[in-house]
């Protein structure tokens, strides 16, 4: 687009040498089209562009920058870690204060093992909760994204469907033939799978709130289920809380619903915008990852100083005062959003779990991708080019969760709420 000359040059640039010109496909902006914003830098809530134009962002690098951008006690434990050496491929003080840390959030985390993705941290949580079971099937729930490991790139939610590939290519069908996938708070196709297979199954994997086919909240008892049936057939819950982990509460989704998974992932928030993700759970079930057990996992990055200087930096800012916050946001926003819709007659319903939050073009209630793969697209892509224009940066797909940041002012929501109107007019 005219109006951004600087980052329409970078992309032809880029498109020369780096596959659709950007390293992660839903930042290409093939969703809603046009070219992608280049950003040169950030601060707090705000994005500043290489054109110069400055956006509020509700992407918040797809999820980390929960402080919002350049927190100065996040920005002064990287430097003062970096000073002492970027990386040692040996055991510091560091990642075990991290660990203890993580572990004082999520009680259900006896054990856990850093990694520098979340990609990594569920690839791990599955080799490992196989090699526990001695079993090979996963069942995942269609519109879950848990990275993009061959077995759970499987009806697998936001990127895919923003670009209508059911499945990547390049996925040997041995592989996704042991993926098993079901619909989202379906609890009779839960039952009905484990009463056909029970005895293959190793784990459940999910998202405890789905961002990755938009916002979708489970529904009351599903998590629960999922717990049961795993216990009662001898197969492990992973709950991928990449997400949702430190977003929903410092102990993520499993903390506030109360519940207690045998695995758990992380990533995103805990790296505080650094490539760093962990996995773990049940001391018996970690028990048995090298060098202690036969399930192989390693890396030459893990555990990374200054990443893990960064997530802590970053946990020791997650006070009761920042969700109370957090939510106060949300609630403004999810409200202003409902009443722009209503006022300009637009079918479309907004969902909202804490600081994550969607608004779907479509009658609600999203429940799971069958709903969610129904919302209007066209009107979701215009709509964002208008809020785009108004110097809202909103995620640039349908089936992508935005996220609040605590850097956000309340005038930051009114002017969103007001742009939202004038988009949806458009
Ligand atoms: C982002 C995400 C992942 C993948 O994490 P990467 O760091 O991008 O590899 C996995 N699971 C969920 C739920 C996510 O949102």
């Not at 599903?222 to 982990?245: K, N, P, Y």
Request: hydrophobic share 45%.
């Amino acid at each position: 687009m005219s109006d951004r000359p600087v980052s329409q040059a970078l992309f032809a640039r880029a498109s020369a040498v780096l596959p659709g010109g950007v390293n992660s496909p839903v930042r290409a902006f093939r969703a809603v089209g046009g070219a992608p914003v280049f950003i040169a830098r950030a601060n707090k809530a705000r994005l500043i562009s290489a054109d110069g134009a400055e956006y509020i962002d509700f992407v918040n690098s797809w999820g980390p920058a929960i402080l919002g951008h350049g927190h100065p006690a996040v920005v002064e434990a990287v430097r003062e870690a970096a000073t002492g050496g970027l990386s040692f491929g040996a055991p510091t003080e560091l990642e075990v204060l991290f660990a203890e840390r993580l572990r004082g959030f999520y009680p259900s985390l006896d054990k856990l093992r850093c990694v520098s993705s979340g990609t990594e941290a569920t690839m791990s949580a599955i080799r490992v909760a196989r090699g526990f079971t001695r079993r090979d099937v996963i069942v995942k729930f269609e519109g879950c994204y848990h990275g993009h490991a061959d077995h759970l790139l499987v009806k697998a939610g936001s990127g895919l469907a923003t670009f209508g590939v059911p499945d990547s290519a390049g996925v040997p069908e041995a592989i996704a033939r042991l993926t098993l996938p079901l619909p989202y708070n379906d609890a009779d196709a839960l039952r009905e799978a484990f009463a056909n297979r029970g005895k293959e199954i190793a784990a459940i994997i999910l998202e405890p709130v789905v961002g990755n086919m938009g916002c979708v909240p489970p529904e009351p008892g599903f998590l629960q289920l999922v717990i049961d049936l795993c216990r009662e057939h001898g197969a492990l819950s992973i709950f991928d809380e990449v997400m949702t982990g430190c977003r929903l509460a410092p102990g993520g989704a499993q903390e506030r619903f109360g519940l207690r998974p045998d695995l758990t992932t992380l990533g995103k928030i805990i790296g505080g915008g650094m490539p760093l993700a962990a996995y773990g759970g049940r001391d018996d079930v970690m028990s048995i990852v090298a060098p202690l057990g036969p399930v192989y996992q390693a890396g030459t990055l893990s555990g990374n100083p200054v990443a893990v200087s960064a997530g802590l930096a970053t946990l020791a800012q997650l006070t009761p005062a920042l969700y109370e916050r957090l939510e106060a946001l949300g609630a403004a926003l999810e409200e202003g959003f409902r009443a722009a819709a209503r006022d300009a007659g637009v079918p479309a319903c907004v969902q909202r779990v804490g600081s994550m939050i969607t608004l779907f073009f479509r009658e609600g209630p999203v429940r799971n991708w069958t709903d969610a793969s129904g919302s209007d697209t066209k009107r979701f892509a215009t709509w964002h080019a208008g809020m785009l224009a108004r110097g809202i940066y909103w995620p640039p797909s349908q089936y992508e969760a935005a996220f609040l940041c605590g850097a956000l002012t309340d005038a930051d929501i009114t002017r969103t709420i007001q742009a939202c109107r004038e988009s949806l007019a458009a």
